[in-house]
């Protein structure tokens, strides 16, 4: 957050805690009451400061309902998870804040059960973290990744590729969605070595050649059945294409 | 004139994009959307209800002040200095009226102005009498305080009133200036309306100009041509800071009369139902009648929460 951002915040906080004081008035009967009441003032205050930040930091387009959600969210009984999510989904990641969320999100996550455990975030944790962000993805991700894969392969960028290579991909790509598993996390490991280079290039070697190219839409539709049926895959998809495209890349 | 929109009507546009939003520096970003006045208020609120209960917990207070804030019924109750406050106020405040006192409506009761105003404040105790005076000339083109009217005519009239009073004085003002430059140099022509007033043909034929003669009168046409003054009052509308309506319904009012008073302007704006809807608050006139249905803020924030707390606990 810039400075100029900073100094709205301190002065906007500023002056509604001065309104506070002018208004507070009087002499109190109690020292323990005043106590309660400065503490209480800066504990406000601190609120206050920390939505003004969010919202400059954020700017949501409904900034009521983000100040709705914020002062809801104050509660000690509110899940962890749930808090940690709504601080990733408040800004797009492009968006300046979203680093400053994402920072809040992970200190929310990996504080301690108690002074004993040490900090940080659970695998166990991270992954139901990640299953609840890929769960409300929609099919549309699934399809643009499908096209940038698409475009990866289609080397002599006339938009075809040869069939021959289409087939390897999608071969490939099943057989690897059909070897990982929940359940095993060794599988992943085996995932990984198929989708090293080598593996890759012998794949597209074995397929036979053949002129006629497969149309972009029929290689996109076949690559998201393949991916949406076998369920939350998403891990391994991002894997595939960072691994084909970059490979793709330095080989021709 | 769509960026002037977004930045000078009430209600945030549905589509900002990334640059607009922080192109805006954080002054400019708060005050659009008077954040700190709600934050000042809340606060306020906070300070006057612990006087006398003292063992409230503020952060269940500023809870129920947010809550209240987003569904719309803020203004309940509260002094008029902050019904008037911001456009979400406004807009809230004629919706709780219409919520609270549709019901007079339905049994086909006709009210006087001044019963109006009591009504208003049930539930604005110092709401004033001259802005309800603004809104009978609205009705009834003159300050009518005691002739009946339907509490649809009147709660539309006073919607209008209420939340654009600021546009409606500027444009009687640029009404009243076009109105003396158009008269003086030219004479009068023909009106195609049926009502003829002989002292004005008298007056009309004193005056310098041409005539053409129609069945043998001739008139002071009333009102301007309103595309003259619309246009005058669009471009007004760009360099001042005030809250106006959407291009389009000004546009539309333009073309189904080729002339206006600046009562016949105000009272098509009244009638406006794109007008109605771009406020949002209000149903269609039509449907004033039945019951509301849903709160003017929805957001999908809260039906997200609902579904997450839905699934079993994450091992943390």
Same mark, same amino acid.
């Given at each position: 957050m810039n400075s100029g951002a900073y100094i709205v915040i301190h002065l906007a906080a500023q002056q509604i805690a001065m309104k506070e004081k002018q208004t507070k008035g009087g002499g109190w009967a109690q020292e323990d009451i005043k106590k309660s009441r400065l503490a209480e003032s800066s504990q406000v205050n601190n609120w206050i400061k920390n939505a003004l930040s969010q919202l400059v930091a954020?700017? *949501?387009?409904?900034p009521i309902a983000f100040l709705d959600q914020f002062f809801g969210n104050l509660g000690e009984n509110t899940n962890k998870m749930n808090q940690a999510l709504e601080l990733i989904s408040i800004?797009?990641?492009?968006?300046?804040?979203f680093s400053q969320n994402a920072t809040s999100a992970y200190e929310v996550l990996s504080q301690p059960k108690s002074a004993r455990h040490p900090a940080g975030v659970l695998g166990g944790t991270y992954k139901t973290f990640l299953d609840h962000i890929c769960s409300?993805? *929609?099919?549309e991700i699934y399809l643009s990744i499908s096209e940038s894969l698409y475009k990866v392969l289609d080397s002599s960028n006339d938009n075809t590729v040869e069939k021959q290579v289409c087939e390897a991909v999608i071969t490939e790509l099943e057989e690897i969605l059909n070897l990982s598993s929940h359940l095993d996390p060794t599988s992943y490991v085996n995932v990984g070595r198929k989708l090293q280079p080598d593996y890759l290039a012998l794949a597209l070697k074995m397929s036979a050649v053949n002129t006629i190219g497969l149309s972009d839409a029929k290689f996109i539709t076949s690559t998201v059945d393949s991916t949406v049926t076998t369920g939350n895959m998403t891990q391994v998809l991002f894997t595939v294409v960072t691994a084909v495209s970059g490979d793709c890349y330095q080989r021709f | 004139m769509s960026e002037y929109e977004q930045t000078k009507n009430g209600r945030t546009a549905p589509n900002n994009t990334t640059e607009d939003k922080f192109s805006l520096t954080p002054e400019d970003y708060l005050a659009k959307h008077h954040i700190l006045l709600y934050l000042e208020d809340a606060i306020q609120q906070l300070l006057d209800f612990k006087e006398d209960y003292?063992?409230?917990d503020p952060a269940q207070f500023f809870q129920e002040y947010f809550s209240t804030l987003r569904k719309g019924n803020h203004t309940l109750y509260r002094e008029y200095q902050f019904v008037r406050a911001t456009p979400h106020n406004r807009a809230s405040f004629i919706r709780s009226f219409w919520i609270c006192f549709r019901q007079i409506g339905k049994s086909g009761d006709l009210l006087n102005v001044r019963e109006y105003h009591s009504l208003l404040c049930l539930i604005c105790p110092n709401f004033p009498l001259d802005l309800v005076q603004k809104t009978a000339c609205i009705i009834f083109l003159e300050d009518a305080m005691d002739s009946l009217t339907s509490f649809a005519d009147f709660l539309y009239a006073f919607q209008l009133q209420l939340y654009y009073e600021e546009f409606l004085d500027r444009c009687s003002d640029i009404y009243d200036k076009l109105l003396t430059t158009v008269r003086s140099p030219r004479g009068t022509v023909y009106i195609p309306s049926a009502s003829t007033n002989q002292s004005a043909t008298t007056a009309a034929a004193a005056l310098e100009g041409t005539t053409m003669p129609l069945e043998g009168i001739a008139m002071p046409l009333e009102g301007l041509e309103s595309k003259h003054f619309v246009d005058a009052v669009m471009h007004d509308m760009q360099d001042i800071g005030y809250r106006y309506p959407p291009a389009s319904v000004l546009l539309d009012i333009q073309s189904k009369a080729s002339r206006s008073t600046f009562y016949g302007f105000v009272v098509a704006l009244a009638r406006s139902e794109s007008l109605n809807s771009s406020i949002g608050v209000l149903p269609p006139r039509t449907e004033v009648y039945h019951d509301p249905i849903e709160p003017i803020r929805k957001s999908s924030h809260s039906s997200k929460r609902a579904l997450i707390k839905a699934d079993k606990e994450a091992p943390d």
């Open positions: 954020n700017r *949501p387009d409904d800004s797009h990641h492009s968006n300046h804040g409300s993805m *929609p099919v | 003292p063992k409230i």
